[in-house]
């Protein structure tokens, strides 16, 4: 078994194939991490605003870091209220 795949999974070590992502369970892991946000109003009826978070899964055993785990996300968010409508609205990225 290479980096824990079954041969029956088929991997390819060049790279040239599609991988299949195979979830273990661990015995013990632990996360860490930290999350920044912030929003700013451009103008009456218009918001602007962000956020970052990172994070790390280790498997607390064999020290090795768990797959799965999205390392960084980030967002932004652009949001609009006019007024005459009455409706808010909003696009998100």
Known sequence: MRYGVPPSFEYDSTGAALFRLV???????????????????LNRW????????YVEGVDSLNQLWLTGVSG?????KLQYEW????FPGQYTS
């Open 72 to 76: 960084h996300q980030g967002q932004i």
């Open 46 to 53: 218009l918001k602007f605003s962000g956020a970052y978070t």
């Open 23 to 41: 979830n273990q369970n661990v015995d013990r892991a632990y996360t860490q991490g930290f999350n920044v946000s912030s929003e700013v109003a």
């Open 83 to 86: 007024a005459k409508w009455g």
